[in-house]
């Protein structure tokens, strides 16, 4: 993975996405939805007034994500959700017009990739980066395999939230060039065992794969004691850990972060 690529835009196409999987139960999605109040279920995906910001540009012409950035691309939703199918292509297209931008998007649907690939795709855009998110090691073992055979140029994976203990080392190859971890975050969320991470952590350094505590989530377990930890301090406390591995300047968005507008949408 570059490190030239330490600065980052966003670019939410669309919104809205329907759960499947247990990593879904207390999406940031469906939350933000509620503390926002909007009149839309949030499990309706829907095109934003943003949809075409790639290419959008200013008034002296210039693009609005200037050049050198990476987009982080769709994350108040799955870019490879179904209902998404139709506008997709658009995307594609948007992306290789912006070569000199790089697309990084994350998701729980590595299944339907290859039913969603555009025709020139090939060994995959030097310009897209998918990270694969997992969140249990039923989920690791269903996606992983898929998303290692993938034709994809720059693959990480997400393990977020982290729910459970996982096995990840059968998948820690030379192609993945980042293994991401965090706890959840809400008032609902699961705990995250701090051993879980030291644990993912050492499988990365036995294979020399990057590692990133990203973010702590809302209740760390760490020495048998269970710490509730405020959601303006996850990152930093993440960060305070030290315990990254290989990783440089580069820095992945996180998506919960992220405080969409209701004016992002179209009607
Ligand atoms: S945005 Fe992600 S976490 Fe939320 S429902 Fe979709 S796939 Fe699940």
Known sequence: MSENWVT????NPWHGCTKISPGCRYCYVYRQDEMYGSEVGSDICRKTANFDLPIKRRRDKSYKIPSGQLVSTCFTSDFLLEDA???RPECWEMMRQRSDCLFYFFTKRINRLAHCL?????EGYHNVMVGC???NQAMADYRLPIFLDAPIRHKTIIVAPLIGSIDLSPYLVDSIEEVSVGGESGIYARPCHYDWVLDIRRQCVEHNIPFRFHQTGAKLVKDG???RIRRQYQLSQA???NIDYLVGNYYAPETSEYRWEPSDYHD
């Open 8 to 11: 980052f835009s966003s670019w």
């Open 85 to 87: 199918d139709d506008w």
């Open 118 to 122: 555009p025709d020139d795709w090939g």
């Open 133 to 135: 998110t997992v969140e």
């Open 225 to 227: 004691r269970l710490y």
């Open 239 to 241: 960060h305070k850990a």
